[in-house]
C-alpha cells in the first residue's frame, strides 16, 4: 500500500497502480477515453492528465497522464489545479474539432462516454473555425452500425478488436488528423466478438445496428439482469426492454464470469423474443389443423382433461429453467420424465456433469481459465460451441507477456509496452479437433485428428505424465506432440484442460478428467473445463443425473410409443430426434401438450399450445458449465396470456393435486423446493436474492429515474396511466422508484451513476476499478471439489480408421446457427448459413462435387438426409463433418458411418463457377 | 583541420568503394576495436563524450551503457538500428555522408554492435535516399565477401548480419520508437518510455538506434582515441559536427566543421552571408523544430550547451534562415502545416492541436485573425510544447518555431491581424 496526496487530501492506495484506476477506484472524476480497465493503458488521449509535484516544496508541478504514472508512496498530486483543469478542457475542445453535433440523432446519445467527459470537464465553448473533417461510413454487417464521423481517435475499437479479440479485419488507416477506423473494404465484421465494440467505443462511432433502428435512448429503457440463453457459459447481461420489445442486450459485469465481455452470439441473440410468430394466446388445435385462441383458464381445462389419460409423460429441456423442468418432473412423476435431450446429447451431458462433480480439479470460471499458464483443449470447438472462453483463453496466453514484464519492473497495465516487449510469446495452447479452429493463431500446436484418435491423442499424453502401460499413439508425430504437451503441462503452476459435450463423445471428456487428476496428483492447481450444450445443459443433468434414477431417452420412448399425453416443455423435439422419430410422435402420442415462447416444429403439431414467456419475460435459475446456478429476471411483464413455465406447471400440479407442490405458489418457493428435493441443486437459491429482498427497504428499479413518456405511450389508448405492473415473483419493480444503492450484483438492471451516464459508471458499483461488484458477485457455484477422483484408468481407445467409401459424421458448430434460440434473432439469422456438410478435398473429388454441390446421405438408420457440400481441406481424413443444430442436420449422431453420394437433383444455390469463366485457372 | 567524417568526400560528391575506403586507412578501426573487449570500446566511446547527432544529443555511450550485457541480458537478439531517416526540414548532412562514404558507416556499426553484443544490424533509410541506400547495399555485399561482415568477422568470432530497410516515408520514423514500429511492420506510432529500446526495442529485444553522424564517428574514435576525438571541438562538446545552411544566403551547403564553432562563422565565412538584398531576420538553428535565434545571437558558439542556453537547439546544426523579404507568419505556417501532416495520429495534442494551430496561422497570414488567436497560439504553445504532455517529441518540436515567432516576431503576427492581411503579400 502506498500514502498519496490527491488535492491536500490523504489516500492509502495499492501500490503499483496508475494514478487513473486510483483516482476512479476513490471516486474521483478524472476524465479518460483511452484507457479501459480490461485493456490498460497507452497514453493516448492525454485526457488524464493531473499534476504531480516533486515534494513539499513544489509548487508548479508538473503534467503526467493518470493512466501513464503508477502511484507510489509519497506522491503528490492535483487533479484540480488551474493548469490541469485547462488541459483537460483543451484535449476536449481539440477532440471537439472534428465531432459532428449530431447527438440528437446518435444511438450513443444519452450514455455516451464523450458526453459526460466534455460535461466533466466543462468545456463547452469552441474556438476552432475550420471545417470539420469528414469520412465515408462502412457497411461492417448486420450487427455493427459504423459512423466515422464521430470518432474522437482513442484507439479502443483497434486495441479491443486486435490486441485483446485477435481480430484482423478491422484497423486505423491513414494518419494524422485523417485516421480511420475500419475495415480494408466494406463487410461483415469477422471477429465473433466484434460486438463489444459497442460499449468499448467512448462514443457513436461503432453503436449497436439494431438499437439504431429501434431508436431508444438508454434511460428509456427498462432493463433487468439476465443471463444469456445462448450458450452454456451463462455470460451476465443486462436487457432493455421498451414498448414491449427487447431493444438490446449489455454486458452485465460480473468479475467470475464474462468481466467486461460477451460474444456477438449472446449479444445480438436476444431477437428471437420480438418474433411475430409467437403465441401470445394458448391455441387449440381443430380437427382441420387450424388452432383457437383460449384464454388461459380454459386451457388448463383442456390440458387437465388430457392429463387424465392412463399414461402420460413429460418432456424436459435443456433451455428451460431448473425451476420448471423440476414442476414437470414433479408433475408426471421420475418415471415418466424424459429430460429432451437427443441421442447424441444425453449421455455427453449426464458424463459432463459426473466427471466435473467428481473431479479433483478446479473447475473454472472464465476468470480462472484466464489465469491458466498453459492450456490443452481436447476437441472442442470452443469458438462455436462456447464462444466466450475463447475470448477468456486469448488471454490466457499472454500471462507470459505479463511474467516477462514483470522481470523488467513493468506493471500490469503498461500495455502497450507489454506486447511490444512479448510480441508473440504465448503460454502453450495446445489444441486437437477434426479441422482448423478460430484459436489456431495463437496456438502452440493444433492438430487435426478425429474424435477417437483426440481421445487416444489424451492417453498418450496421459501416458507422458503417468507412465503406465505404454499406451503411446503409435504415430510418432503426435508421439512427440503429445510428449511436448505433457512437458507444456507439467511445467505449468496452473494447467487447464477443456474437453466438451462439442464432438458428442465422452471417451474424449474421461481422458480430458483424467488429464486434470493426473496433473492434481503432480501437485500443480490443474483446472478442468467442459463445455456444454446449452444454456441449463448443466441444471438439467444435475436434475436427472442423480439419484439414480433410470435416464430415458427421447427417441426411445417416441418410437416405443403407447403414450395417451405428452407435454413438452420449452423444447423443439424436431431437433432431438431423427426424422423417422419426429414421424412417429404424431401417430404415438394420442394428446401433444406444449409449453413454448417459441413457434416450433413440435408446437404446430400439438393439440395444446401454452405460451411461454421467455427468459426476457419471466424467473428462473440456469446452471452453467461450470456449475454456477444464476438466476435471470423478467424484464417486461409477458404480454397477454404469456406465463412463464412455472406458472402453468404449477397450475397444473394443483390441480392435479400433486402433493408437493400444494404449498408452493411462488416462483422463489418452487426454488427452495428445487433446492430442498435435490442435494446436487442446494446451493441455487443462493443464486440470487429473494423476492422480498429490499435495499433500504426499496425494490430495486428497473427504471431509470429519467424514463420517460410512460403517459405518452399508451396515449392512442387513454391519457389516464394505468397503474404500473406489480412484480410479485422479484425484488425488482416495474417503475422508476426504487433504490439501486448497494445492490447486490444479481439484481443490477443496469449501471449509471450521477456524471457518468455510459458504461464508464461500472467502477462506482465495483470495490476497485476492475474488481468485483460491492454488492457481490452474482451466481453461486454447485460444484465444490470433491477431492475423490480416483478415475480408472480407461484403456487406450480403438484407433479411427478410415472406412472405404464410408464416412464417420462429427458435428460441425457455428456460432451463428448451431443454437436454437439465437439463430431467431433477425440480425444473427443474416450471418447463419443453410445446412450443409464439410468434407475434404479428396472425398469431394472422389464423389466428383465441388463447394455448392448436394450430397444424399444415408445408412441403415438414415434416409433422405440431403446437404450442400462445403469442402474443408484442414478436415480429418475419413471424417465428415456436419452443420451441427441447423435444420437439415437434425437427427443426425456424431460417430455414425454414413454413405454419401452426389444428388442429381440439387440445386445450386448459386451457379456453379466454370473453370473458364476465371480465365481457364481452375 | 582534421575532418575525420569527409575525408573521403569530394567536391565532385564521386562514392568512395572498398578498396578506395581501405586504401585510404578504412576498417583500421575496426580491427583495431576487434582487438579490444566491447567493454573497451564502451568506455573510448564513454571517454570521448560523443553526443547523438540526431538531435537530442544524448551522450551515446551512456545510452549503449544501458543495454544489458553478458548474463544480464536473456538469450537472444539484440539489434543495432542506423537512423538514417533524415527528414528535419532544412537537413541534409545525413545523405552526404550516406552517399559519399557508406563504408564509413558500416565500419562505425559493426564498432557500434560489437560493443553492445547486437548480432543482426538494420540500417534505416528514407526512400528517397535511393543512391545512398543502393551504395551501402554494394557496401555490405562487398563487406561480407571480404569477410568483414557475417559469421565470424576477421577471425574475432564475432558476427554481425546488416540490412538495408528503405523506410515507407514519414517523417515520424525518425523518432527512434516509432523507427522500431515500423521496422516490425506495424504503425509507425512512437512507444512510450520506459521501457526503453536499450532494454526493450525492435522485437521487444535490446535495440540501440543512433542516428548516421553519430555512427560514422565510431571507428575514428576507437582508431585514434577518446582525447583526439575531445581535442577537435572548440568548446565542452567533443568532434567535428556537420553544419549546413538553407535559406537566402550566397553559399548554401553542409561543411564538417569543429565543433562549437561559431554561428557567424558559419553563416558568413563559409555560407557567404545573406543574398544581397535580403537582410538576415532570424534562423531556426537546427532544422524545422528549433525555436527561432535572431542576429542577436550570430556570436554564439554551435554547441549543444550554448545554443540550449540561448532558448533554442542545436538539433541537427542545419541553420534555415529567414529573410526579411519572407513573412515569419507564413514561414511557421508552412512548417506548422508539415509538422500537422507528419504527425501520426496516435496522441490528441499532436493530432488535432497541430492542424488547430495551423488553421489558425492560415486564418492570420490570410488576413482573417483575430486578436484572441494570438491567445489560442499561446495556449497551443503552453499545453503542446511541453515535453511530457504529448506522447513523443513531434508536436513540441513542432511548436518551437511558434513559440519563438510569437516572442520574436509578435509585431508581425499582430500586423497581420490589424490590417486585415499579409503586409508581405500586399507589398507585391
Redo the contacts between chains.
Sequence with gaps: MATIRIDQQEYTVRDGDNLLQTCLSLGLDLPYFCWHPAMGS??????C?VLQYQNEEDQRG???MGC?TPVSDGAIFSLQGDKAQ??RK??VE??M??HPHDCPVCAEGGECHLQDMTVMTGHRDR????RKNTHRNQYLGPLIHHEMNRC??C?RCTRYYRDYAGGTDLA?M??????YFGRHEDGVLESEFAGNLVEVCPTGVFTDRQLVHQYTRKWDLQSAPSVCTACAVGCNIVVGERYGKVKRVHNRFNAEVNGYFLCDRGRFGAGFVNLESRLEFPALRRPDGRYDALDHHRALEHALRAMEAEKVAAVGSPRASVEANHLLRLLVGNARFYPGWSRGEQGAAIRAMELLRDTEATVPDLAQIETADAVLILGEDVTNTSPRVALSLRQAVRNRARDMAG??R?LPW?D??IR????D?RNPLHIAAVSNTRLDDVAASHTCLAPPDIARLGAAVLEELLPGEGQHFGDPTVDALAQQIARDLRQAKRPLIIAGAGYGNTTIMEMAAELAAALCHGGCEAMLSLCQGEANSMGLALLTGTGGARVHRLEDMIVQGDIDTLLVLENDVERRCSRRGFKLLRKHVKTLITLDSLDTATTSLSDLVLPTASFAESEGTLVNHAGRAQRYFPAFPPANERRPAWFWLLALAHERGIEATSRLHQFDEITRHCAASIPALAGITEAAPRSQFRAHGLRVPRQTHRYSGRTAMRAALSVHEPKQPQDEETPLAFSMEGSQRDTPGALLPYFWSPGWNSNQSLHRYQKAVGEPLRGGTAGSRLLYRQGHATLERAAMPGAFEPRENQWYLVPRHAIFGSDELSALSPPLRELTHPAWLEITPAAAQALQVIDGDGLIIENERLRGYRLEVRINPSLVAGCAAYSAGHAGTFGLLPGEWVTLQKDPDWQRREPAVIASDRGGVA | MDRPLTRNIHADRRPIDLRGYRDNGGYEGLRVGLGLSPADCLQRIKDSNLRGRGGAGFPTGLKWSFVPMGEDCSPGHKYLICNADEMEPGTFKDRLLLECDPHQLIEGMILAAYTIGADVAYIFIRSEYHIAAQRLREGIVDCEREGLLGDNIQGSGYSLHMHVHASAGRYICGEETALISSLEGKRANPRAKPPFPQVSGLWGRPTIVNNVETLSNIAHIIERGPQWFNDLGLTEDAGTKMYGVSGRVKNPGCWELPMGTPIRTVLEEYAGGMADGYELRGFLPGGGSTDFLTADHLDLAMDYDTIGKAGSRLGTGTLIVLDDATCPVGFVKNLMDFFAQESCGFCTPCRDGLPWSAQVLDDIENGQGKPEDLDTLERQVEFIGAIGNTHCALAPGAMEPLQSALKYFRADFEAHINQGCCPWKARQ
Design positions: 497507452i497514453g493516448a488521449c492525454r485526457q492528465a508538473r503534467l503526467v501513464m485547462r488541459f483543451t484535449i481539440s477532440l474539432l472534428n474556438s476552432y473555425r475550420g474522437i481517435t484507439y486505423a491513414a494518419a494524422h488528423d485523417h485516421i522481470e523488467l513493468l503498461q502497450a509496452a511490444n516487449l512479448a510480441q510469446t
